[in-house]
Every structure is written in C-alpha cells, then in structure tokens.
C-alpha cells in the first residue's frame, strides 16, 4: 500500500542557508503521525517545504506515489494537501463566509457552513463578522473548519494549540482525532506533547534538521527519548 | 459662490480621470505590493496608441478605444508583471522602485525618441455642446468623464465585493502565502490585478489625451495627480482614492481661480496634486503609511551586501591622475564636456551616499542641482565672488534638504520615493519660475571665478572644478568610514537594530541628505558655470529619475559606479554623435536599469562579484568560532 505521504531526503531553507539535512518522513494512510523537536529544529520548515511554500533544495515528496516536489503550493493544495500554518490558516480581513468561500464557490459555501455551524456552533452566529476580531479558539475553529470542508487527503497541523486556553485546545485536538477518523492522514506538530501521543500511530523525532528517532507512542513513555533531544521532559 | 461653480464643475471632471488612474494604482499595489512610479507612462504609452489608431491610421473612435484601453492596456499589464516583476519576485523596494522607473525612464523616453517632443493635439471624443444648470454650463464631455469613473469605481466594487476572483484578489493582499495553501495561485491573481490596474491606467491616459493633448511629458504627470490622490486613501483604499481625486482635481481648478492675479504662482494648479501628496505623507500619523511590499528571506540576504566600507583611496587617486592627464589628449572644444562630466561625477557621487550607503531613493536630486546654479548665479549678481557664491548658495540648500528628509525620519524607503517624485515636479513647477530660482527669464547667467588667474579659458578653469569636485567626492568616500557611514549602513540592514543600541537614526538620516544636497548642489554651480548659463529645462524632474537609473545601472556601492554614471551620461554622446544614440539614450539606461536591478551593485557587479552566497559562507564559518568564544566567555 503507497503512503499518503513520503518525503526523501529532503533538503530545504531559506536562502544560502539549509535547515534540513536530508529528512526522511513517511506517513500511512489514514495514520496519523507527531513530528516532535525543540525550538529551531526545522519542525515548521518540514511542513512548509511539504506544502510548497518553501521549495525544496534536493530530494522529494510524494503524495500517494505521486511526486510533487515540483508543483507550486497551490497545485498541492487542490490535490489534496492542506496545511493548519502556525498561528491562525484564515484570512484576517475576510469575513467568515468569505473565508469559507475562498475554497468552495457557490451553492459548496451554504453546505460547507453548515457542516461548519454542526461542528463548531459558536461559529454559526459568526457568518458575517471579519474573521480578524474573532477570538483566537474561534479563529482556530474557522481554520480548521475551512479545512475540512475541502476534505483534504493529508492535514499538515502546525501548533495549533498556541495561544489557546486549555479548553479550547480539547476542542481542537478532537477535531484532529475526529479527522483521523474520517481517514485523513495526518502529520501533527504540537507543544502538548503527552497529549498528542494518545493521537498518534507513529512519533517522529526531528534534530537540527535531521530525524534522529522513529517510533512508536509507547516508546516514548520512559522519556529518555525526549531528555535526549528535547532538554527537559516534556 | 456662483463665480466658483463652473471651477468645481471642471474640476470634478478632470478629478474624475485622475480617479480612474488612482483606483488603478491603489488595485496594483495593494495586490502585489509594488508600487508602480510608470503607472501614468502606461496611461502616455495608451494615448499615443490611440493617437496612432484613431488619428494616423483613421479607426473608428470605439475601435481605437478598445484597442488602447481594453486590448493594450491589459497587454501592458501582462507584461509587467510576468516579465519585469516575476522574474524579481520577492525582491526589496528598493529593486522595485529601480524596476518600475527603468520602466518609466525606458517608455518616456521611447515616446520622446519616437514622437519628438511636440504636443500632439487629439479631436474630442465625447460631444462638445454644452447645457444650462444652475446658470452654469456644463459640458456633456464633462458629465461623461464623470459618469465614466462612477461606473469605473462602482464596476471595481462590485468585482471586489461580488465576483470570486475579487474574494481571490482580496485574499492576496490580506495573505499570499495562505491563499496559495487554499489552492489559489497567487501569481495568477497578481498578473490579473495588473492588467486591471494598468487597464485603468489606460482609459485615463486615453481620456485625457483630447483634453491635455499628447506629448511625452504632460501625460506622465497624471502619475503624480493620480499619486497624490491615491495617498489621500493611503495608498490601499479605492473610495480614498476616488474622493481624493475629485478633491484634487476640484483643488486645483479653484486654484486657478485665485492664482489670475498672482502671475508668479502659475504654476500652483499643477502643482497642486504634489502639494496634497506632500503634505498628506507629511502630517498623516506615523504608521498610517506601511509598505506592502512582500519581500523574501532571499532578497533581504542578497541586500545585505553593503556599500564599500573603505575609503576609496585608490579608485581617488586614479580618478585624479585620469582627470589630471585628460586635458592633454582633449581638443579644445571637448574641454568644456570633459569638465561638466566631471561635475556629474560629484552630483552621482552625491547621489550614490542616499542610494548606496544609506539605502534610500531620492527622486529630486536635480532640484538641488538647478538651485545649487540659480542660487550661485543670484549671488553673484548680488556681487559676492564666485567661490562664496557657491558655498554660500550650496549652504542655502541645507536646511531645504533637511526639510525633505522629515519623510524619510517618519515613513519608509518607498514613501520617501514619492514624496521625494512629488517634490522634484513641485518645484519644477512652482520654484523654478518664481524669484527664488530662474524667475521669469527663464535663464540665469552664471560667471566664472576671476582670481588670481583668468578661469575664462576652458583649460584653467578645468583644473578648478576638478579641484573642487575631488574634494566632494573625498568628502562622500570619508563618510563611509565614519560613524555616520556604518549607522546608514547598520540603518539600511536593520533600523530596530540600530535603535535597540540606543542611537537615534533620525540625525544621521537626515544629515545625510543635507550633505547629499549640498554636494549637488555645488556640483550645480560647477555644472551651470561651465556654459555660462543654466536654463530650466536643463534639470527638469526627468532628469532626476534618468540619473537614479543610471546609477542603479553603474553601481551605487562605490565610486567606480558614479564615475562610470557620468561617463555613460556625458561622454558617451561625446564621443557618439549621432542623434539617434543621443535620444535612445534614455531608453537604454532605463532598460539596463531594469535589466540589473537585482545585481546588487549594478554593471560594477560584473567586475568585481560580491557575492551573496560567499557572504553566507564566510559569516556561517565565523560563527562555530564567536560560539567557542561565548562558550569559552561562559566557562571562564
């Protein structure tokens, strides 16, 4: 069975400088995978580089055996990948309903904000407001929820947990897992890291731009897999 | 109130075309982040193609129309954006700015090479009659270009506000990044917001031609009116924009009203719309103006090559022994090109200490040139002698450079550009023809000095103004080793970083520009003496963009590339006589200017590479050692 997503010696940065050494990445479909690492370790940079938003040096990415190192960030976006980007995935001058409308014209939107109102109903009053001056959980929401109305093959989560009160950030990682359900494979980078174990299938461990561990959750329960890399537990 | 009537009719009408080149610019810049200083050449170049159609080849007025407009307009856009800009995507403003003036400089001067420089006049296209309202006439011309720019305005919101691809221009300016990972190519958007915007710029270009008639220069000022109008919407917004130009335009008609009296301030209705520019990026609240420009990681590493850091010992002695040796090779009647390339060499020197060492964009440096020979020349009639006169008339220029700064301390690179645009046509328009510069001869005489030595022979007076042009130059090539070279230089790369260490940028941006303007304007003097005389149309605001061409072209890290500027400018046609390279000149700097704006130090980036990768390198192998170093620090 191909993976959802293989990536190959991936080799990436910005400008005369590399932050990936050579990453070697596969995510089965319908799995979901953590991609750990401390601060700098090239986390944010991996999923960029798999969405197309930063080109690849050398080495490659197939979606489903297909190989898309080359296409630009849009052409992976319509075949299926979508990336949560760190921060908040909308458009902060935009209105709810246009965001949502970016993805799905015409009669999609009302269906599509349906589903949205029936997944996340502290949006369904929220139709018409700029999505800007919602609150942060909120804007979390409508990114996930734009999302998921386009029913991408791969999410790509990128922290979607900072700056959020803990609550909302149950609400969030269930919809993650409630994506995993509907057989979407995921690759997910969190703070939470105890938390998002109990997600996953699969734990990847990045380091200076090189993975230096791959494994399963269980693995990882005596911790000196983190003190290793990661400083302190987490 | 009624005497003011037919004055705001008028005014509302041509307001109206201003608007439709506004909205243009506004719709391009928000969109990709480039301001286009060519937008109101794009309106020329959509004049004279309707000139050509309608008047020389005898289309119908629809179908030249639709040609100019809707056909060319659009086909200029396209190639905007795909061949000049996404080439350089993700380049600084600086690259931009140089890119769109090549585009300026290279189509302005195409049309005066091609055209000539007579006004071309056009048949009206709309209806001429006239009809009483409130005991005004009104022409249905003019309720026509009104009526033209409300559908304009109200078609652009509805695209905006209704059509998909207005959400998808929408979610370009508010996130390209995002709106690309949402399936939507973003450069796709782009390109159709510069045919829209350019096609704007076209209808009003062509709107105007019957009302202006068509000439090269006329027309590129609707640049200004439509700039000063689209910074009344800060650059972003379309109804900004549209009532800023109806305000303008009503503006500057009533103007005219009051300026019958006042002959020396003719120039004031024209001037208006720079007034408004000027005053608008002047007052407004800080932070009110932000660049759109999306500039990548890559770009901002490749900037980073910073101007020459030494001082430019050997390229100044060199200079000076060429110099010294030349009269020897030169006939007679060469002397006096030999000597005012030699002035050029101080005014791109000049140029080269805002464009190379502090990074910033002045688009009126030949206002300081024309006073730096009109003040010398007043002066001297005045009685004081020839070297006082020029110092003292150079000094006069300070504190006017210093105002024009204010810009700069409060707003960033590009804003600094317009406004510095603004001024140069300003005072083209306004100062020159007033008793503070030509007055109205239109012509100042301009003696040389007569001390010790008679400087009336060319071969003497040579050696003056290289004396006095080697002492610029030292000047400019001391500030770079300074503490005020490595602020600009620290300013340019980061200005947070230089106020986190608690020095204050405002003085040393502003210093800059005064010793920048006073060195052009000395070089002014020399120029102006040379001749005997200086005339306004010598310097006019083109110039001012012609030499920031030139020397993005040369260089404007070092020396080499100021005196390789005035070389190219001044001696080239010397050499070269014939005509046709005289008037395709212009064209070709603008297009090398485009060609090498990325180069990040022009044509002297060929000889001697610096190279941004190299640069990486070396700072990358540095580092293990500064960190042992800070390790070693932290132990001990």
């Known amino acids: 069975m191909t993976a959802a997503l293989m990536v190959d010696g991936l080799r990436a940065g910005y400008g005369a400088t590399t932050v990936l050494h050579g990453v070697d990445l596969v995510v089965p479909a319908g799995a979901a995978v953590a ?43 319509r075949a299926g990948v979508c990336l949560l980007p760190e921060g908040r995935g909308i458009f902060r001058n935009l209105t709810v309903r246009e965001n949502l409308a970016m993805q799905n014209r015409g009669r999609d939107v009302e269906a599509a904000a349906e589903q949205i109102v029936a997944r996340f109903p502290r949006l369904g009053s929220r139709m018409q407001q700029t999505a800007g001056t919602l609150s942060g959980g909120e804007q979390q929401m409508l990114s996930l929820a734009r999302a998921l109305s386009t029913d991408p093959a791969v999410v790509l989560a990128d922290e979607l947990s900072v700056g959020l009160a803990p609550v909302v950030v149950d609400d969030i990682l269930a919809a993650v897992s409630g994506m995993r359900a509907e057989g979407r494979s995921i690759l997910i980078v969190e703070q939470y890291v105890s938390r998002v174990l109990d997600l996953v299938d699969y734990v990847y461990l990045l380091h200076k731009g090189r993975i230096v561990f791959v494994g399963e959750p269980q693995q990882c329960d005596d911790g000196k897999v983190f003190d290793q890399y990661l400083g302190a537990t987490a | 109130m009624r005497d003011y009537l037919p004055f705001i009719v008028t005014g509302l009408a041509t307001g109206s075309v201003y608007a439709l080149a506004a909205m243009g610019i506004v719709v391009t810049y928000t969109t990709s982040g480039v301001f286009n200083f060519a937008h109101g050449t794009v309106g020329m170049v959509a004049a004279y193609a309707f000139y050509e159609l309608r008047e020389q080849h005898g289309l119908p007025t629809w179908l030249s129309i639709l040609l100019a407009v809707f056909v060319l307009g659009p086909a200029i856009g396209l190639v905007i954006d795909r061949v000049l800009l996404r080439r350089i995507q993700g380049a600084t403003t600086a690259t931009y700015i140089t890119v769109s003036l090549g585009l300026l400089v290279f189509l302005q001067g195409g049309a005066l090479a091609i055209y000539g420089p007579a006004t071309r006049t056009i048949d009206p296209i709309f209806s001429q009659s006239t009809f009483r309202f409130l005991d005004v006439t009104i022409g249905y011309d003019e309720v026509t270009l009104m009526a033209i720019a409300a559908v304009g305005g109200l078609a652009l919101f509805a695209f905006f506000r209704r059509t998909h691809a207005g959400l998808q221009t929408r979610a370009v300016v508010d996130d390209p ?43 590129t000022l609707l640049a200004i009116q439509a700039f000063g109008a689209a910074t009344v919407g800060r650059l972003v917004s379309l109804p900004g924009a549209y009532l800023g130009a109806l305000a303008i335009g009503v503006g500057a008609d009533l103007s005219k009203k009051f300026v019958v009296d006042h002959p020396t301030l003719s120039g004031f209705p024209t001037s208006f719309p720079f007034l408004v520019l000027f005053a608008v990026l002047l007052f407004s609240k800080p932070g009110r103006f932000a660049e759109l420009t999306k500039v990548s990681q890559q770009a901002r590493q490749r900037a980073k090559v910073v101007a020459s850091t030494r001082f430019a010992a050997r390229p100044l002695v060199a200079l000076a022994a060429a110099a010294l040796v030349l009269p020897a090779f030169t006939s007679d009647p060469r002397m006096l090109d030999i000597t005012v390339a030699l002035a050029f060499v101080l005014i791109f020197s000049s140029l080269s200490l805002l464009m190379g060492l502090s990074r910033q964009v002045s688009l009126c440096h030949a206002v300081f040139v024309v006073f730096g020979a009109t003040n010398l020349s007043r002066l001297q009639d005045a009685g004081v002698p020839f070297l006082p006169a020029l110092l003292i008339g150079a000094l006069i220029m300070v504190p006017v450079a210093a105002l024009l700064a204010l810009p700069a301390i409060r707003l960033s690179g590009l804003f600094l550009a317009i406004a510095t645009f603004g001024f140069g046509v300003l005072a083209q328009n306004l100062l020159f023809l007033t008793d503070l510069s030509f007055g109205n001869e239109g012509l100042r005489s301009v003696s040389r000095p007569d001390f010790i030595v008679d400087f009336s022979d060319d071969r003497a007076f040579y050696y003056v103004v290289l004396a006095i042009v080697l002492a610029g130059v030292c000047v400019v090539e001391l500030i770079r ?54 005339t306004p149309a010598t310097f006019d605001y083109f110039q001012s963009l012609l030499w920031v061409t030139i020397l993005a072209t040369t260089g404007a890290l070092t020396l080499g590339g100021a005196v390789l500027a005035a070389v190219l400018l001044r001696l080239v046609p010397v050499v070269f006589t014939s005509p046709t390279v005289i008037e395709y000149q212009p064209v070709l700097f603008g297009l090398a200017a485009i060609v090498l704006s990325q180069a990040p130090n022009g044509i002297a980036t060929m000889f001697k590479v610096p190279d941004a990768e190299a640069l990486g390198r070396s700072t990358r192998a540095k580092l293990p050692r500064s960190r042992r170093h800070a390790e070693r620090a932290v132990v001990g």
Do not use: Y
């Open chain 1, 35 to 77: 991609l750990l690492g401390a601060n700098g370790a090239g986390k944010t940079t991996l999923l960029k580089t798999i969405a197309g938003t930063i080109p690849a040096q050398s080495g490659s990415i197939a979606l489903f055996g297909d190989d898309i190192t080359h296409r630009p960030a849009d052409a992976r976006a």
């Open chain 2, 177 to 219: 990044e995002l709106t690309s990972l949402m399936g939507t190519s973003p450069g796709r958007v782009t390109t159709l917001s510069w045919m829209l915007g350019c096609t704007f710029a076209s209808l009003a270009g062509v709107l105007l031609a019957p009302l202006l008639g068509v000439d090269s220069v006329g027309l």
């Open chain 2, 481 to 534: 080793v300074t503490r005020l070279g490595r602020i600009l230089r620290a300013l340019a790369d980061s200005p947070t970083g230089v106020q986190s260490l608690g020095v204050v940028p405002t003085a040393a941006r502003v210093l800059v520009f005064c010793v920048s303007g006073f060195l052009a304007a000395i070089a002014g003097g020399l120029v102006a003496s040379v001749p005997g005389s200086v």
